[in-house]
């Protein structure tokens, strides 16, 4: 394949690849890396430092991680991506943040869109309005069937690279929770499930926001105990081990997830999944091989007790046959060429390249963004970086779940569990709550 010129732009708010949380971060960063090693010349624009193979053109000087759910950073970000991409001669753009699309119109190379978040009411209504100047690209066909309608170029699932998890065939006799601390992933459920199956099991998952504490509080704090331990926010060797060692990982997902990274990082680990077909599940899981799924929360104890008998080594196999960076990076190569074909974008680069060069002359910077004082630059960077400020959690802002909010649960919604649909019971039935859930809210995946 002939050689690609790829400008892959990233959020703001943590580098690449992460040091902790950071899942888009993650899948970008190893992305990045492998069309870097299929021959393609990747220039990645982001924030803070870069840890990839890519070329780098940063925008802030540090991450913004203290400003996550602010509209500013984010919106800062795009309009530097947008004026650093006026002087990079590429054959097309790759956009994985939220408001980089709106700076798509009137652009010469074609920008590929990756959604990484549900496709269900306004951000359908966004990307509808945004996809006339954009290709987009889904993360499973779950996501993309609730908008078919979309200018869907490519359904490409996310990948992990498997030497990061740890693989042992041999399992200990406890069941494994891992998630975040949210009506939606099923924690309580969980619980009562692994009660009900006569197992012991573990809990790991994010709890600092508040309606993650009045979660846990209301739901889970009460069902600690007997059998179930509670052991917090894991990262690193901790979660290797313990995804590793669990008999299955139990996952009673009650929302259409667009896709699952902890689902692959179990399979990876030799461990079976337990788990309901909502959202991509049933793309990622295999139903009798892999673990099992089962539409009803009554059929789930059983389906514990049964996967002792999954094979550990299918479950690994499954990771490297589907769900590689390799196999991600060959899928994405399809979609550039797809593009390309479609818009004439090669044919047009070395054309549009020489007018600009000829315009801007022998310098292809950036002008400092007025108001903003200057950060050490960056070796050959375009532009220069802006200050990392420390902000507050704005209600409404982008990256919070909000009410009507992309990926926020609503009474009656899709995603919303509701009295005698899938993943509730009766007063005092399995998986029912001391009192009944309220509406979830669901983060961004």
């Not at 069309?35 to 393609?40: K, N, S």
């Not at 990876?268 to 999944?273: E, L, R």
């Not at 309901?276 to 104890?301: C, Q, S």
Request: glycine content about 12%; proline content about 10%.
């Amino acid at each position: 394949m002939d050689t690609l010129r790829i400008a892959m732009v990233a959020p703001p708010f943590f580098e690449l690849p992460p040091t902790g949380y950071g899942g888009i971060e993650l899948v970008v960063a190893d992305l990045i890396d492998t069309l870097v090693e299929h021959g393609h010349e990747v220039t990645l624009i982001g924030a803070g430092r870069n840890g990839t193979r890519a070329q780098f053109r940063r925008t802030y000087a540090e991450p913004q991680h203290a400003r996550l759910g602010e509209p500013l950073p984010e919106a800062v970000h795009a309009a530097a991506a947008a004026k650093i991409l006026e002087h990079l001669d590429v054959d097309v753009v790759h956009d994985h943040t939220l408001l980089g699309p709106l700076q798509a119109r009137g652009r010469t190379k074609p920008t590929v869109v990756t959604v990484h978040g549900p496709v269900v009411g306004e951000p359908a209504v966004y990307y509808r309005l945004v996809g006339g100047t954009t290709h987009l690209v889904a993360i499973s066909q779950a996501q993309r069937s609730f908008a078919p309608e979309l200018n869907w170029v490519g359904t490409v699932h996310n990948a992990l690279d498997p030497g990061r998890c740890t693989f042992r065939a041999e399992k200990e006799d406890w069941v494994l929770f891992l998630g975040r601390c949210t009506p939606d992933k099923g924690m309580h459920l969980a619980i009562d499930v692994a009660r009900e199956a006569g197992r012991p099991i573990k809990l790991a998952a994010k709890c600092q926001e508040p309606p993650e504490r009045a979660y846990f509080d209301a739901e889970v704090r009460p069902r600690l105990g007997d059998g179930v331990e509670w052991l917090g926010e894991i990262t690193g060797k901790e979660k290797q081990d313990a995804l590793a060692a669990a008999r299955c990982l139990l996952f009673p997902l009650q929302w259409e997830e667009p896709f699952g990274m902890v689902l692959v990082e179990s399979l990876a680990s030799g461990t079976p999944v337990v788990t309901m077909p909502r959202g991509a599940v049933p793309e990622i899981v295999t139903d009798g091989v892999t673990g099992f799924v089962r539409d009803r929360l009554e059929y789930l104890p059983a389906a514990v007790d049964a996967a002792g008998g999954i094979d550990p080594y299918r479950c690994r196999q499954e990771v490297l046959d589907r769900f590689t960076p390799q196999v991600m990076a060959t899928r994405y190569e399809k979609v550039y060429r797809r593009v390309l074909d479609r818009t004439g974008g090669v044919a047009r680069r070395a054309a549009v390249g020489a007018i600009k060069r000829r315009l801007a002359g022998a310098s292809e910077s950036v002008a400092p963004l007025a108001g903003n004082a200057l950060a050490p630059p960056v070796p050959g960077a375009v532009g220069t970086p802006l200050p990392g400020a420390a902000g507050v959690h704005v209600p409404g802002a982008v990256g919070t779940p909000q009410p009507g909010a992309v990926g926020t649960l609503q009474p009656g919604a899709v995603t919303t569990p509701v009295p005698g649909a899938l993943g509730t019971s009766p007063p005092g039935a399995l998986g029912t709550p001391g009192a009944e859930p309220t509406a979830a809210y669901s983060p961004p995946s």
